[in-house]
């Protein structure tokens, strides 16, 4: 009797699997992001036998439980320990890698990522260069916690993207939800080319939705428009894009401002023909990440809106105060007004107690908003 339940069971989910299929649905499971990772990293060993897991606690579950229950199911071999040296955690994922294996490497926290530095950009980027193709270390993967998380303070709250989106031969991404940190994962660790995934540590518990429980990839390089809009491009990355939505959210209900939101995902490389396809119809952007805005990458967005979207500015870019950039431009012949605003952490580093006055938070992101619609 026992047996015959369980082999209706079994035809039960069976059934209810083929029609997901048939109806092109999926089955999901309610996942936080952590466990998003964790699945992904999970999926990725069992497909790929020369994948290997390491960096430190990592045999434990991570101080973050990314790698929770791994070294029981793949063993010591594959999920393990390292030592306290980020350098030495990167010269062997490259190492591993340079051999046709897949590399799958925790930095425990992405602020002490800067000792593992000169190998990731002068070796791991460089790799296929200095050969001429003839070897290269694709197969390895960084994973990194970053940004701000409540409590990190000045050694455990910093946003390190911008350092390396300098770094030809790197990849660079950063999620803002499970959904899209396990594809974005699984295709960053199957990738050709080393990436530097950053995972933004207030999300591991705080986000959460329904993941397939299928092995699926999504594309690097491409941004999502989450957000149609017709007055305002608002364009971030990370936890940051949450902060996005709510904004253009409160800008709609109580000043009828129509926001476009982005999430880049990747940041190295970018999607900026969504970026430009978006400003050219709003005529207005908002760039907006938790890292320092001297050399943060909403310069670079910034400086490409300029010079690709607008080829008939007849006047230099100026300052109109801190972080705001604004442009004058023919659009068919009539002159506009063209606004880009940058809305991201202050240049200092800060202790907790002043961790809400450096986030480029809601409030803050509304005040660019309207900024650039009331220019």
């Not at 994948?51 to 999920?79: H, N, P, Q, Y």
């Not at 294996?101 to 002068?122: G, R, S």
């Not at 986000?207 to 007055?231: C, F």
């Not at 230099?316 to 007004?337: A, C, H, K, M, Y």
Request: hydrophobic share 45%.
């Amino acid at each position: 009797m026992r047996r015959r339940l369980v082999a209706s069971r079994d035809l039960l989910g069976a059934f209810r699997r083929s029609l997901q299929a048939e109806a092109g649905m999926q089955e999901t499971r309610r996942l936080n992001l952590f466990s998003a990772v964790n699945d992904a990293l999970r999926l990725a060993l069992r497909a790929d036998t020369s994948a290997v897991v390491f960096g430190e606690d990592v045999a434990f579950g991570g101080v973050f439980r990314c790698t929770t229950g791994l070294l029981e199911e793949f063993g010591d071999s594959r999920v393990f320990n390292t030592p306290l040296s980020e350098q030495g955690i990167a010269g062997f994922a490259i190492g591993y890698a340079a051999m046709g294996k897949t590399a799958i490497a925790e930095m425990q926290f992405a602020d002490y990522i800067f000792p593992a530095f000169d190998q990731l950009v002068n070796e791991a980027a460089k790799y296929r260069y200095r050969s001429g193709g003839q070897f290269h270390c694709g197969g390895l993967t960084v994973r990194a916690p970053c940004g701000a998380v409540g409590h990190g303070a000045l050694y455990h709250s910093q946003s390190p993207e911008a350092y390396f989106a300098h770094t030809p031969g790197l990849k660079i991404v950063m999620p803002r939800s499970p959904r899209r940190a396990k594809g974005l994962l699984l295709r960053a660790i199957r990738d050709p080319d080393p990436v530097i995934f950053l995972e933004p540590k207030a999300l591991y518990r705080t986000a959460v939705e329904d993941v397939p429980t299928t092995d699926y990839e999504l594309p690097l390089g491409e941004a999502e428009v989450l957000r149609p809009g017709t007055d305002v491009t608002l364009v971030g990355y990370g936890a940051q894009v949450k902060v996005l939505l709510e904004a253009a959210e409160v800008a709609e209900q109580k000043w009828g401002i129509s926001c476009e939101a982005i999430d880049l995902q990747s940041i190295l490389p970018w999607d900026r023909e969504a970026v430009c396809r978006s400003v050219s119809k709003t005529g207005r952007l908002v760039i907006s990440h938790e890292a320092p805005v001297t050399g943060g990458f909403a310069g670079e967005v910034a400086a490409t809106v300029q010079s690709e979207c607008f080829l008939s500015l007849e006047a230099p870019i100026q300052r109109v105060r801190p972080n705001l950039t604004s442009f004058r431009v023919e659009l068919d012949g009539s002159p506009l007004n063209l606004l880009v605003l940058q809305v991201c952490g202050l240049d200092t580093p800060f202790p907790l107690a002043f961790e809400k006055h450096y986030l480029p938070n809601v409030a803050k992101v509304i005040d660019g908003i309207r900024a650039a619609v009331e220019f």
